[in-house]
């Protein structure tokens, strides 16, 4: 029997179901004229207190919280006909488009939708009362308002920035089709509303309640006819520009690059031939945007089975300042996402017996270190289910836990060869491997997949293995074979593999396991990816390593919180390299290993420690406990968010500044001096984003304050200096 895991049911709390406008008007809040007015403070400085709802406007359904409104008409059929940014006022929409499409069976339909715009440019609301709707599509049954389900129930183990279960209210418009062959299935259209962020998440399922399996060739669960970005008299879709007012992503997204936008599969921008007023001359501006997975184009749904599309994260942005666009990314992962806050201060052991596991606790125990991972090239193995082996590490975890110490293991999924039998085949040649992502990769959805993700399940719930760093995780390697049985042929196997890899992470998440995984599975339940760099750089010398490492973390934080994350610091050879690279004997280097400490510890973000040990002597072991001493007591503004002040380039100070308006130190600024000479600068601190407005209290290396101004500009003008190849930081009350 083939795994079906992208099939389950669904399940709503506290719903009101509504059949039309007018029972919407009797049942829901009416939405208010002053409600449409754009909000007079900052959203990410300041908490909003309109909670995300639904209103009714006479035929109209409004789901709004303050920060932003899309509203659909109920008319014949359902359509958007408005989706604004409440924060500046910016309107997105410019016409009508079906709310979704499936194309089953070879045959696309439109889901929901009204006909009869002739200027596309732009949409007036008294336009909407002549539109019609199509019998082929189909069709507005009742729609239901509920509180936001639970995508993931986390269960944290480790420390985190935020704990909190995201809210909000989730609107669901359920169609059902009059087109013979389609009338047993029940088309579900969600959005979801967040409660203080302009975030809607839109998704729909299908249900098959007929007798006869279908196949779902593409579900597009997202269609939106968006304001142009640019005007062009020539030019292709892929040359201009696509609509800033709105940042995407899809819980469908891989290819181990570290960033979501190259990581995305699931965008596509597309023109719009019906908009005949354009300024392009042959109709290709990008103004049409649809969502859906390329290749995932042969999903049979059985009898009685739901299908679940991709999630579609649409964030409203309401500026082109790259900072401030960053800074809503990363609190929509805060928000949605809040695993992606938890950070245990971890190390990573290569091991060569149990007894190196023993030391290697106790040194985390002596140091306040929180977690041991045993990295690549040690000697556990979590695919070996055999009862010696769970008995071994299960005493080991125990060990750990005994000391307060979370343990966790390695494992390589792809870019490596199992079998002809098990591993992807090329749907060209016809054989293993000649088209993986990685040069060679199974197959998740063959028996040797399937079987592996039970060994990692039955290893870690035997052993109490709290984290699970997974390497090389499913790249998006299509598979043609026919005899796999978690995929049918090659028109599933993507999102089939897909939905197994997720299915992995939802089941860790849940179970309380942290998991590192470097690719883009955040909305699927990973808490860390790497931050991105070149392992080879490690051989340099580590004066150099110090700038590169502080390029990665300045670059690596843009998108990414701290927590997101991670570096690579290792304590012995890796990669090549003299002495001159490696920081063993840690004794001999104290000054570099403080520093590296120091400016990943300083930014919030987890490096892996790579080695035999943490300290060799006792000082070394007290400038270790010093630094995470250091980073403990600042714990919640270092893992605040990130504003970039300078890159390191070598030539001058680079730094950056932590900001956090909820806290009582609300601002965290950390300063560099790679020259061998020490420097005095004065530099203007932006104090926008820590919620200051008139003056700032300042202390350095937590001694005396001083008091600073803060300009019209929200700036306070500061004088420092640091001695040679040396640091500071302040912190701001």
């Known amino acids: 029997m083939k795994r079906k895991l992208f099939f389950s049911t669904i399940a709503f709390w506290g719903i009101i179901s509504i059949a039309s406008a007018q029972e919407a008007n009797n049942k829901l809040p009416a939405w208010k004229e002053n409600d449409r007015s754009a909000l007079s403070q900052d959203w990410l400085v300041n908490p909003v207190q309109q909670k995300a709802d639904v209103y009714a406007d006479g035929e109209n359904i409004i789901l709004s919280n303050g920060l932003v409104k899309r509203t659909f008409r109920i008319q014949q059929n359902v359509a958007c006909i408005d989706y604004s940014n409440m924060s500046n006022g910016q309107q997105l929409l410019r016409a009508v488009k079906p709310e ?44 239901s308002v509920t509180d936001i389900p639970p995508y993931i129930r986390w269960q944290p183990r480790g420390w985190a920035l935020n704990i909190a279960t995201c ?78 007012g709105l940042y995407l992503e899809t819980n469908y997204a891989f290819n181990n690059s570290m960033r979501y936008d190259i ?49 579609t994260y649409e964030l409203l942005m309401d500026s082109y300042d790259r900072e401030r666009r960053g800074l809503a990314i990363r609190k929509m992962y805060s928000t949605i996402a809040p695993w992606t806050t938890e950070n245990p201060i971890f190390m990573h052991l290569v091991s060569r017996n149990d ?117 090389g995780p499913y790249p998006g390697d299509v598979c043609a074979s026919t005899t796999h049985p978690g995929h049918k042929n090659l028109d599933d196997s993507q999102w089939q593999q897909m939905e197994l890899q997720k299915g992995l992470y939802h089941w860790c998440n849940e179970h309380g396991v942290y998991v590192n995984a470097p690719d883009w ?25 110090m700038i590169l490492n502080r390029q990665n973390i300045f670059d690596g934080t843009w998108e990414k919180t701290p927590a997101m994350g991670w570096g690579f610091v290792p304590l012995t050879r890796y990669q090549g390299g003299g002495p001159e690279a490696v920081l063993e004997p840690l004794s001999d280097h104290l000054k570099d290993y403080e520093q590296l400490m120091v400016q990943y510890y300083g930014a919030g973000v987890q490096a892996c420690y790579r080695g035999p040990r943490l300290y060799d002597t006792e000082a070394t072991r007290k400038m270790v406990v010093s630094v995470i001493d250091w980073y403990k007591k600042y714990r919640s503004i ?29 601002g965290m600024l950390m300063l560099y001096n790679p020259l061998k000479v020490g420097i005095t600068r004065t530099i203007k601190v932006p104090m926008y984003y820590t919620g200051l407005t008139s003056s700032a209290l300042l202390r350095e290396k937590g001694g005396i304050a001083k008091k600073y101004p803060v300009d019209r500009k929200y700036e306070i003008t500061l004088t420092f200096n640091i001695a040679p190849g040396s640091y500071t930081w302040f912190t701001i009350e």
Not at 121 to 139: H, I, M, R, T
């Open 167 to 244: 809210s909000g209210k989730m609107l669901s418009f359920s169609y059902k089709s009059n087109v013979d062959g389609l009338k047993e299935l029940l088309v579900t259209v969600h959005y979801e509303l967040y409660n203080n962020i302009p975030l809607i998440v839109k998704w729909l399922s299908v249900q098959n309640k007929g007798n006869k399996a279908i196949t779902l060739n593409r579900v597009i669960n997202e269609v939106l006819a968006t304001v142009e970005e640019e005007s062009a008299v020539v030019g292709s879709p892929a040359q201009m520009e696509k609509q800033h």
């Open 638 to 666: 270092l893992n605040s968010e990130i504003i970039h002040l300078r890159r390191a380039d070598g030539r001058d100070w680079d730094g950056l500044l932590h900001v956090n308006p909820k806290l009582g130190t609300k």
């Open 521 to 545: 599975y955040f909305l699927d339940g990973t808490n860390k990816i790497a931050l991105g760099y070149r392992e080879v750089n490690f051989s340099l010398p580590r004066d150099q390593q």
């Open 355 to 471: 007894d190196d596991v023993k030391k290697a606790i106790d040194q985390c125990a002596a140091t306040g270190y929180e977690a041991l991972i045993l990295s690549f090239g040690s000697h556990c193995n979590m695919e070996d289910s055999s009862a010696v082996n769970i008995q071994r590490w299960k005493t080991l975890s125990d060990y750990a836990h005994s000391k307060h110490i979370l343990i966790g293991g390695y494992s390589l999924f792809s870019s490596r060869r199992i079998s002809d039998e098990d591993d992807v085949i090329d749907p060209v040649t016809k054989k293993p491997d000649a088209a993986a992502f990685f040069g060679n990769a199974p197959c998740l959805g063959s028996k040797w997949g399937l079987a592996y993700l039970d060994k990692l399940k039955y290893f870690i719930s035997k052993t109490g293995f709290d984290i699970f760093e997974n390497d």
């Open 100 to 143: 979704a499409k499936l194309t089953v069976d070879g045959r696309e339909y439109n889901i929901g939708g009204l006909y009869g715009q002739k200027e596309n440019a732009y949409l007036l609301p008294e336009w909407v009362s002549g539109f019609k709707g199509n019998e082929n599509d189909f069709q507005f049954q009742s729609f």
């Open 263 to 311: 990581s995305d599969q699931t965008t596509h921008w597309k023109a719009d031939s019906n908009y005949t007023s354009q300024v392009n001359y042959n109709y290709q501006t990008p103004c049409l945007l649809e969502v859906y997975p390329e290749k995932a184009t042969g999903i049979q749904l059985a009898k009685g089975q739901v299908f679940n599309s991709v999630r």
